[in-house]
């Protein structure tokens, strides 16, 4: 994307990880992703979000996407299993299960 786009337009990678649903950006979960085009336009874009109560996560887009295949592909089977037996064999902690799930995700 970054080679796709003109010198001096910035690029910030952004998820937001909750539906229609809300009605509210308060406790929501954001994800960003800073790029080397990032600058204070993309600051100012983000600040609307910590202005209105979103959780706001930072990561790489690479661990963006390990976490979203997780939640996306066994979100269903870990809620079933006890998470203290299971979340010290795999890399997700219960601190980036929660930032990484929607409203209907984190309640399970």
């Known amino acids: 994307m970054l080679a796709a786009v003109p ?10 990880v909750f ?4 009605d509210t950006l308060r406790q929501q979960n954001v994800i960003f992703t800073r790029t080397s085009a990032s600058g204070e336009l993309a600051r100012e874009f983000e600040s ?3 202005k209105y109560g979103a959780k706001i996560t930072y990561t790489t887009p690479e661990h963006h996407d390990k976490q979203m295949a997780f939640h ?3 979100w269903n089977i870990l809620r079933r299993l006890s998470w203290r037996r299971y979340y010290g064999r795999i890399s997700v902690t219960r601190q980036s299960w929660e930032s990484y799930s929607s409203p209907t995700h984190a309640r399970h």
């Open 7 to 16: 010198a001096g337009v910035e690029v910030l990678g952004m998820h937001t």
């Open 19 to 22: 539906g229609p649903a809300v």
């Open 48 to 50: 609307i979000f910590y």
């Open 72 to 74: 996306q592909e066994t």
